[in-house]
Nanobody, 122 residues
Framework: QVQLVESGGGLVQAGGSLRLSCVVS????????MAWFRQFPGEEREFVAA???????SYADSVKGRFTISRDNAKDTVYLQMNSLKPEDTAVYYC????????????????WGQGTQVTVSS
């Protein structure tokens, strides 16, 4: 059974930083490409960042230069370092395991974590 457990969310002031973590179990993590999505109230999940099993990364334009995705295969963990946070980054953040297709679409991912709330105050 594949499980993803996110942590690291919370309340931070604008301009601050947070690091999200996602621990994956029940799957060979080192062979999995991973991504972070976020969801605003009443909206669909949107792509934030992805990292392939080989370490290649991609980012949404809205977070490029501020967020960094990384992975530690020894710990079965993917991270999202978020710097220079803005109030518009406030959302529930989810990690996901890639299945097939473009990283941009939630339908390309087949396992999801429960989400962690990030709130950025102005």
């Amino acid at each position: 059974q594949v499980q993803l457990v996110e942590s690291g969310g919370g309340l931070v002031q604008a301009g601050g930083s947070l690091r999200l973590s996602c621990v994956v179990s029940g799957r060979t993590f080192s062979r999995s490409s991973m991504a972070w999505f976020r969801q605003f109230p009443g909206e669909e999940r949107e792509f934030v960042a992805a990292i392939s099993y080989s370490g290649s990364t991609s980012y949404a334009d809205s977070v490029k230069g501020r967020f960094t995705i990384s992975r530690d295969n020894a710990k079965d963990t993917v991270y999202l370092q978020m710097n220079s946070l803005k109030p518009e980054d406030t959302a529930v953040y989810y990690c996901a395991v890639h299945y097939s297709g473009s990283y941009s679409y939630p339908s390309s991912f087949n396992y999801w974590g429960q989400g962690t709330q990030v709130t950025v105050s102005s």
